[in-house]
């Protein structure tokens, strides 16, 4: 798929799979896309009438095809005859990567077996644990492992060529070259690496042009021998909208999870977060926080930092002074624990609607679906059982709670705009 003509093709042939061959082309025949940007894709047709034709009808599945098919999210543009000038993209600024290093990360039983694979491929990197796959829930220490072995392997092999991105990173470059036709040198930057770092996967999975093109770019490092570290939200079963191919490729390296800290390392975690900062806390604080503060480490750092700044307005930091400041806290970001009621108001939030409506009885489906994702996402971020969730909070059946959890942990790995979605409003209750 070298060329706009084939992008093309390849959505008259998406938009066939729900519309008759007749539907197709007689909108479709006589159009060509003419112009792809990094958010954008313009395609031109005939006339005016045909223009606001799919416009008003298609632009929503042409947009879904080309997301699937980049792995980004596309605004389409209808032209008669040729486009505009495109408008130049902002780039997002790069994270700091120095930051992240093995002695800083604490390890405790909950990721003891992921740092261990992170530290002994930044030794052997090639050599051991190829491809290495870590995944977890947000927050929990992916991306710090991930350069922590980009780190120490730029240490201990300076003349490495190391090339670290994300899944959405890599699916906009392919974006791009593929419409400034520099496709050549994108393969080239990634197959002639000597290790691949790949930060949130899943942003890859289910986009079909992106998801290949990374095929094949796994399958040149492996082949020669070249150290490949992927992360994800979920492990590689859970991810059914991957090629099997690819899957199983992951599948054949080793897998490995982070999980929410125990009381133990959040102890840790915080002493090691207050030393670095400047900050003496003493004991009962820090057991206060870590029994407080449970979800992740990101929400850890940032209970440390507003301890910080109560200390240097209010000078001397006692176990009174952590409570209020710690209560502030939770009171401006509920998500930290976040309650049923605090999660559906998010739900509603994020999708226009009343509390009343997502409680209520109806069964129409720009409800329903919300309704089944509060429910989804109560089960993940409470640990409230399907029974509880029924009874008590959405006044249902415990086995209604149980399918929709099931058909939003199916819909969200195959449904990329799905799973966006989800992980906005989760972000958006944890205050990320």
């Not at 559906?344 to 919300?370: H, M, N, T, W």
Request: proline content about 4%; hydrophobic content about 40%; glycine content about 6%.
């Amino acid at each position: 798929m070298n060329s706009n003509k084939d992008i093309m093709r390849y959505l008259q042939d998406y938009l066939g799979e729900e519309m008759t061959p007749t539907v197709v082309s007689a909108w479709f025949d006589d159009a060509s896309v003419v112009d792809i940007g990094e958010t954008y894709a313009t395609i031109s047709t005939t006339s005016d009438f045909k223009r606001g034709i799919i416009l008003s009808r298609y632009s929503e599945p042409l947009g879904a095809a080309l997301t699937r098919l980049f792995g980004v999210n596309f605004d389409v543009r209808v032209v008669v005859g040729e486009p505009q000038s495109p408008v130049t993209q902002k780039t997002p600024t790069d994270v700091d990567k120095n930051r992240y290093q093995f002695d800083r990360f604490i390890v405790g039983d909950s990721n003891k077996f992921a740092a261990a694979a992170a530290q002994a491929v930044a030794e052997n990197p090639g050599k051991v644990y190829n491809p290495l796959f870590i995944y977890g829930a947000s927050g929990l220490g992916k991306t710090h492992l991930l350069y922590s072995i980009l780190n120490s392997v730029k240490a201990t092999f300076p003349d490495y060529v190391i090339r670290d991105f994300t899944g959405e990173t890599f699916a906009n470059e392919l974006a791009t070259a593929i419409r400034t036709k520099t496709q050549e040198d994108f393969r080239n930057k990634y197959r002639y690496a000597d290790m691949i770092l790949a930060d949130d996967i899943q942003f890859v999975g289910g986009r079909d042009f992106s998801q290949l093109e990374f095929f094949h770019t796994f399958n040149a490092l492996y082949e020669d021998g070249k150290q490949i570290v992927v992360t994800s939200d979920r492990p590689p079963r859970d991810l059914p909208v991957l090629m099997e191919r690819l899957r199983t490729r992951f599948e054949e390296g080793l897998l490995v999870d982070v999980k929410p800290p125990d009381f133990e390392t959040r102890m840790a975690i915080i002493k090691s977060k207050s030393i670095r900062a400047g900050l003496p806390l003493s004991d009962d604080i820090v057991v206060f926080i870590a029994e407080t503060i449970t979800a992740n480490i990101r929400q850890l750092e940032g209970t440390v930092n507003k301890l910080d700044a109560y200390r240097n307005i209010f000078g001397d930091l006692g176990i009174e002074d952590a409570r209020r400041a710690i209560g502030d806290l939770i009171r401006e970001n509920p998500g930290i624990n976040p309650t049923p009621e605090y999660i559906i108001r998010e739900v509603c939030a994020f999708y226009g609607l009343e509390e009343k409506d997502i409680l209520g009885k109806s069964r129409q489906s720009e409800i329903v679906l919300p309704r089944q994702i509060a429910m989804y996402i109560v089960r993940s971020l409470t640990g409230l059982s399907l029974q509880n969730i029924g009874d008590k909070v959405f006044r249902r059946d415990h086995t209604t709670v149980m399918h929709s959890v099931d058909k939003i942990e199916r819909e969200r790995a195959e449904n990329a705009k799905l799973d966006s979605e989800i992980k906005m409003i989760i972000e958006n209750i944890k205050g990320l």
